[in-house]
Structure formats: C-alpha cells, structure tokens
C-alpha cells in the first residue's frame, strides 16, 4: 500500500489509512465515512506512532485538494482542519507547511505542556506535496465515500 510521505529537513510523517472505523455500517453518512488512519512521526529523532478514526472519507479527500492547491502557490484557505483536531495542515508564509498534531495522534505526554515545535513537522512546500495528494488519493481509491454525503453539494 501507498504511504502519504511527508518529509521535512529534520522531520517527517507517514501516513497510511488502515480501515473503516465502523466497516458494516454502510448508511450513515457520518459513521459509514470514518477512517482509521496510522501515522508514523519523528520530530528531530523524537519518534512515535498513532492510530485512530481520525479523518472521514470526504475530509481526506478535502485534504487531498488541498495539498495540490498548495503545492502549486498560495493556497486559497491557509489550514486544512478536521471535526476531530488530531492533525492541523497549515501553510505558512515561508512557503512552508505545518502539520499538527494533538490528542491521540500527539505524541506520549501531549497531555502535558509540551512545546509547540515538538508536536509539529515543518514541510517545505514543493511538488512533493502534489505527491502526497495522489498518494492519498491512491489509498482513498481502497476507502470510498459511503452513504448520503454529509457536505452539501457533494
């Protein structure tokens, strides 16, 4: 399987999509559509691991969009966020990107006060993030949208 690959000068993430949270529910536009998503983090040789339900079918394919209308210019929406607040996608004005990561996805001892930059990776914006989008595009193909959509329009 594809791993959506994030690297920065001295930080990455690998992000695979693993399952269905609910796999037998097929009618509910919510609960039908959340994904349990595996990330692999090392922040300057801190490392961890999580995996949760963390993103919904419609929001990783929103985070796909994104991703290619940000690794083309300035992106028309500066982050990219998700009903639950595991992960925070954020351009930056250096023509970087900041990935967050709280909660579940955080890393051991997020609970605690814990600096800022150790709990995000800085990824320079480039085409390796129109990369990303089709690898997350690639998984998502395994993981379609079921059920009524949630978003109006969809």
Sequence with gaps: MQVVAFQGRHSSLKMTIRQYQFPDIADDAWDANWLVVEGRVDIKGRKWTFRDPCLTTFEAEHL???????????????????????????????????????????????????????????????????????????????????????????
């Design 64 to 154: 796909a969009d994104w991703l290619e209308e940000v690794s083309t210019g300035e992106p028309s929406e500066i982050d990219c966020l998700f009903t639950e607040p595991n992960l925070e996608f954020r351009y930056q004005k250096n023509r970087q990107l900041r990935i967050c990561f709280a909660l579940e996805s955080g890393p051991p001892g997020c609970g605690t006060p814990v600096q800022w930059n150790e709990r995000s990776v800085l990824v320079p914006v480039s085409s390796a993030l129109a990369t990303a989008a089709r690898q997350l595009r690639q998984q998502l193909g395994r993981f379609p949208p079921r059920g009524p959509s949630p978003r109006p329009g969809r």
